[in-house]
């Protein structure tokens, strides 16, 4: 959204609530991905990110006309998505919930060496990129709700300590704590059991047939490797108002931080809303 200030944003808010179609359209186009992300981070599936973000898009879209300018608009609408996904029960591992125990003895036990080649022609590199992103977005669910979203918010978007905070219901100094002590809890799993980025035993190329016959990467589905878009650069979308303090090396350097696109189903959805009676709904709200 090529929008430089306040005013021209605000101009846009006034003309998508009075029905100007175009208008709304350059606002959820300049957040969805960003909206997606976060949900995909907080959910860890491709369909239950997609759901949500379908749910928080509706719900700005319903509730444009309250956003008044008092913050950017990138954290009026993290607040809304982040109120939505802290109470959102839908999704996969709210019915099969994580923890680092558990998938650290996945990773020890797991019976690897006893399954068949299940690659089916795909090459293994490309499937051992796919199974990399995919266990980012799994480890994330070993964390607690609120403990994930503080990680995702300072980690994946650098978001301010104040202004996130403010999201969480928290101080600054409060936030800055428990974002410092999640990221140890996260990179000292990564030690003990990563052997791409710490001392551990596992590695995405040894695991690939097993991450297979467990449903976690299919060959014919490759969804993340196919979201990462040729070149979207970070800064692009996300506001950073101030550099947040710099988070340990392997936190860092893991690939919590890659974006990815809205997939196409998302794009229909929004596009057959904009295209019908349902856009009504922001004139009337």
Known sequence: MNVKTKEELQNLVEKATSGDKSSLETIVLSVQDLVFNLSLRMLGTFADAEDATQDILLKMITHLSSFRGDSSFTTWVFSIAVNH???YKKHMFAKMPLNFEFYGDDIKNG???DVPDLTQNVEKSILAEELKMSCTNVMLQCLDTESRCIFILGTMF????RIAGEIMG??????RQRLSRIRGKMA???????GEYGNGTCRCTDRVNYAIQNHRISPARLEFTAAIPSAIPMET???VKEAMEEIDDLSQEFSFCKAYQSPAGLKAFLQNFLDGTSFSVVRNA
Do not use: G, H, N, T
């Open 158 to 161: 650098k978001v301010d300590s």
């Open 111 to 113: 019976k690897i060496d």
């Open 170 to 175: 928290l101080s600054p100094e409060a936030y």
């Open 85 to 87: 996904l802290r109470d």
């Open 237 to 239: 979308m996300v506001e």
């Open 188 to 194: 000292d799993f990564l030690k003990e059991y990563c």
